[in-house]
């Protein structure tokens, strides 16, 4: 089991620390994990550094006017902006991109993707819904992630894979080799919400990113 959306406290919204993020999800029988942090590849590399025995896939979240791209796979932090150039970006730099929960916010516009996240469990399943349609119907590769900012949100969304390494993972969902699961219910997503807009407003209402 690997949750392939995870954010640290490398992220302006996250809250814990990759050690303790890979300490809690070992105890619950994953294999490994993705950390996504917004705009900065920090908390992958502190994480690849510092924790043992369990898998970590490098990344990051970029937020674009087509919608949100995880960079997974990328050892450096991914400077573009507009989504075309993101994917081309991530690409030059030896990873995949994967459209992160793209009917959350609205409707994605990206041309060319890798991979779709199918189940977000902070998105409704109204929203999972229509990510896995559009999955098929383009016949992409599919993710699962919690999209965790807290240690009570970890796994609640996940993705079963072979991998022994993070390069071999980035390889199984290239090729589509995946299975995606979810283990919450309604109310983990307005418990989401509710947490995301406490962090909203302690930021003094500025958004990540």
Known sequence: ???????????????????????????????????????????????????????????????????????????????ARLPDEVVEEIHDKGGIAILAHPFRFMKPAVKKIDAVEVINARCFPSQNKKAMKYAMDRKLPQTAGSDSHYIWSLGKAYTRLQAENWQDAI???????????????????????????????????????
Do not use: Q, W
């Open 1 to 79: 089991m690997f949750d392939l959306h995870i954010h640290t406290i490398y992220s302006d919204d996250g809250t814990e620390k990759p050690e303790k993020i890979a300490s809690f999800l070992k105890k619950k029988g994953f294999k490994g994990m993705a950390i996504v942090d917004h705009h900065t590849i920090e908390g992958s590399l502190h994480a690849l550094r510092h924790v043992d025995n369990f898998i970590v896939i490098p990344g990051t979240e970029i937020n674009t006017p087509g919608g949100h791209i995880l960079a997974m796979g990328v050892l450096e932090d991914i400077k």
């Open 171 to 209: 390889e199984e969902i290239l090729k589509g080799r995946t299975e995606v699961f979810s283990d919450y219910n309604f109310i983990h997503p307005l418990k989401c919400s509710f947490y995301s807009f406490l962090s909203y407003a302690r930021r003094g209402f500025r958004h990540v990113g």
